[in-house]
């Protein structure tokens, strides 16, 4: 099947759960429910199959949205549009969070025994909210999906949560919520400027044309940190990283692997999508100080994991240590590591996304998490065992399984960074990998070797056919991109490269502007005016270009 065939497939992706949700909300009995879930779940994945067979990674599209479906919702005066498609830098992320779908709603089938019509209502307008975010092109509509994330992911944890669920919910709405209404207000001054410079005097939020606008140094430097506070609660970095263990452990399975999966990956897609290539200069300025942050992120995570009793909480930690990985990897600023910081994405939200998913599997037989109330179960679950051993595997980085392949092109990119190569701190960074075979082999000895010398322990079922089924994607999934990358990394090196092309451009462009001109105009001041070299170009499809085709790396 042909996606140029199906009209508007990229919306359907997106507002497929949306519609599932309200026909949901319509079911009069919880079996007809899960199973409307779970179809609805499976059709989107089967439609964003289409997409990934579909989409042209060649260079000449590097810079151009594919399956692009786009109309105006204001007047002349208002340049904010519905704008949404894929880039090789969206594909994967619109690919996990699809695959994601059909298995949590899987997990959640007995797990979650309550107000099941609106628990499943509630996940499918989250996936609504986390695919319309990777696959925005305007900047408010992504703002719209990114807020939009907030209210279903609240009532999961807040109704479905563990003892201290409501605290959890608040804190971590409070958290995000803080830094996206910052971001908010960056984007209107941001739209303003840009509107005035290359516009034609109109507010604009549209990517393209933001990216065209060669924002002022000056005013690079406190646009920067408002976007950049807002992804970095989102990843979390650290030291803003407080919510993330509360949410994981008080949230039900289902809603630990959304937000282990997909949902972190909105703060570091932000960082690629906006705040780079919209602040260079600003963005070069900060890549130490992030690094640092960092590799503080990978080292704190994997220590304070290995001192957990609580094997859910160990493995939010561990996601603390990870995504420190992809954060290192974004200010390196080299094709290697901004590579290897796409795959690591994926790659941690199939191998996290299963540790949770096996750790639930574990609460619903035994209650507890604690790993001092397991112990010889791999007598008795050796399926299980098996799972988690593999998952383990590939989340501390094994040679072959897919966690090897983005840490390694990470570290290599980082290492040949002229921002944040420096030995110590790349070295520094490596421990992370020698720190997380040690927590997780670790947790696996504690709760499934030693002595079985608890009776529960004894008598425990071993894996269904439920759980098998969802299980087997993701180890497959694993292996594949452990084994053969660059089937996916050919997917993101154009954008990848049109991304750091168009970066090194604009910070060149900018340096040349005069700190006089860094307010907009709706502030009493003048907006800069382009230069010509600068001026935007179009696409064949009327997709506003940037100019930067001819700018080598």
């Known amino acids: 099947m042909d996606a140029m065939s199906i009209p508007y497939i990229t919306s359907l992706v997106i507002f497929l759960p949306l519609a599932g949700a309200l026909l949901t909300l319509m079911a009069r009995s919880d079996r007809v429910v899960r199973w409307m879930a779970l179809g609805t779940t499976t059709i989107a994945f089967l439609l964003s199959i289409v997409l990934f067979a579909a989409f042209d990674a ?19 005066s208002v340049d904010i549009k519905y704008f949404v498609g894929i880039d090789g830098l969206s594909l994967l992320l619109v690919m996990l969070t699809t695959l994601l779908g059909p298995i949590v709603v899987l997990s959640s089938w007995h797990y979650i025994g309550k107000q099941r019509k609106g628990y499943y209502t509630l996940l499918l307008i989250l996936q609504t909210g986390v695919t319309g975010v990777f696959c925005a092109f305007d ?14 992911m609240y009532f999961i944890i807040g109704i479905w949560g563990g003892p201290r669920r409501i605290y959890a919910a ?19 001054y941001l739209g303003y400027a840009a509107g005035d410079a290359v516009n034609g005097g109109v507010f604009t939020t549209d990517w393209y044309k933001l990216l065209a606008f060669d924002t002022p140094v000056g005013l690079q430097a406190w646009l920067f940190p408002i976007f950049a506070l807002a992804f970095a609660v989102k990843v979390p970095i650290f030291p803003l990283h407080t919510w993330l263990p509360d949410a994981h452990v008080e949230a039900p399975t289902g809603g630990s692997v959304i937000l282990a999966g997909v949902l972190l990956k909105m703060g570091t897609y932000g960082l690629v999508r906006f705040c780079l290539p919209f602040f260079p200069n600003a963005a070069y300025d900060y890549a130490l100080p ?18 957990q009793s609580d094997a859910k909480k160990l493995v939010a930690y561990s996601s603390i240590s990870h995504l420190g990985f992809v954060v290192l990897g974004i200010f390196a600023f080299t094709m290697e590591a901004m590579q290897g910081a796409v795959i690591q994405m994926v790659n941690h939200g199939l191998s996290t996304g299963a540790l949770f998913l096996l750790l639930g599997m574990l609460y619903e037989r035994r209650h507890t998490r604690e790993m001092d109330d397991f112990g010889g179960i791999a007598r008795t679950v050796p399926i299980l065992t098996f799972f988690m051993i593999f998952s383990v595997l590939a989340s501390a980085g094994l040679p072959g399984l897919n966690g090897f392949v983005g840490e390694f092109m990470i570290l290599l990119g980082a290492f040949r960074s002229d921002l944040i190569g420096y030995p110590v701190l790349i070295a520094a960074a490596t421990t992370g990998v020698i720190l997380a075979a040690v927590y997780l082999l670790w947790m696996v000895y ?46 993101s090196e154009p954008a990848t490269q049109f991304l750091l092309e168009s970066i090194q451009a604009k910070r060149i462009a900018a340096e040349d502007v005069r700190s006089t001109r860094d307010a907009p105009r709706f502030f009493g001041y003048s907006s800069p005016t382009p230069d010509s070299e600068t001026a935007t170009d179009s696409h064949s499809d009327g997709t506003p270009g940037t100019g930067f085709s001819d700018v080598s790396n």
């Open 58 to 76: 060649s260079a000449e599209l590097a810079g151009t949205p594919q399956l692009v479906d786009r109309f105006a919702w204001f007047p002349d």
């Open 139 to 152: 900047v408010f509509l992504f703002y719209i999906f990114f807020e939009l994330t907030l209210i279903p």
């Open 290 to 307: 992030f690094a640092i942050l960092a590799v503080i992120g990978i080292i704190y995570g994997a220590l304070v994991s290995r001192v």
């Open 446 to 491: 504690k709760t499934f070797f030693g002595p079985l010398d608890k009776e529960a322990n004894r008598t425990m079922q071993d894996m269904t056919g439920r759980e098998i089924a969802l299980m087997v994607p993701l180890v497959v999934l694993m292996f594949v991109l452990g084994f053969a990358p660059n089937r996916f990394l050919q997917k």
């Open 170 to 188: 608040v804190k971590f709405v409070l958290f995000t919520l803080t830094g996206s209404l910052l971001m908010l207000v960056g984007i209107l």
